[in-house]
């Protein structure tokens, strides 16, 4: 089974370092006079724009180079007879003596752990996850919440992969002014939760990721 998970940004990258206008500028005269000194004054008024921005990665493209790939993750599901009357021995074509029991699923994943960064001063940022493509194997479908994510640090949380459509938001927790300001990392583990017994088959799925402000 084959999940593909695609970041959304870079959603916005566009960060003002300043725009300096004069936007009004008065004038003074003084004089003559007899007194001195003699002095004038005018006021000049200034305005500065910084826009906002967001940074968003899953996988590659660490800040400031955005990533080009969609990072995929994987997990191959294994199964195992179960070992009584008789310990199977690996190999093709091995006879053994066999209860009859259904056999365990091992899952082994790969690549499913995934660094990600949200960087912006646009003030709250929230994430979604969006069923982009649904997992399914020809007709036979496994259901997209069956994936589950846990990240490394609680203040970069992820949000839950819904069945279909999008999903709750999550919150990030900002770094600096009031939370107007976020600069975090972390890992996301992803795994397969491995409920119910399914159909043989290669099982291919994408999920969307948003980060978004107001």
Same mark, same amino acid.
């Given at each position: 089974?084959? &999940? ?5 940004? &870079? ?115 929230? &994430? ?15 259901? &997209? ?70």
């Amino acid at each position: 089974m084959t &999940l593909r998970a695609t970041h959304a940004g &870079l959603l916005a990258l566009a960060l003002g370092t300043g725009l300096v206008t004069a936007a009004r500028a008065a004038s003074s005269t003084a004089g003559p006079s007899a007194t001195v000194p003699l002095s004038t004054g005018v006021n000049l008024d200034f305005t500065i724009a910084i826009d906002k921005f967001i940074f968003f990665r899953i996988g590659d493209g660490a800040w400031p180079t955005p990533g080009g790939t969609v990072s995929t993750v994987s997990f191959a599901l294994t199964p195992s007879i179960p070992a009584v009357p008789t310990t199977p021995v690996a190999g093709n074509n091995t006879p053994v003596n066999w209860s009859g029991a259904a056999p365990g699923f091992g899952v082994t994943p790969s690549g499913n752990a995934l660094p990600v960064e949200v960087r912006s001063n646009a003030g709250q940022v929230t &994430l979604r996850a969006t069923s982009t493509t649904p997992l399914a194997s020809g007709a036979n479908t496994i259901p &997209l919440s069956e994936i589950t994510i846990a990240s490394s640090d609680a203040n970069l949380p992820a949000p839950q992969i819904p069945n279909t459509g999008t999903g709750a938001a999550v919150n990030v927790v900002g770094t600096a002014f009031a939370n107007l300001v976020t600069q975090r990392t972390a890992t996301w583990t992803f795994s397969y939760a491995n409920l119910a017994s399914r159909t043989a088959g290669t099982y291919t799925g994408q999920v969307t990721f948003t980060a978004s402000s107001p």
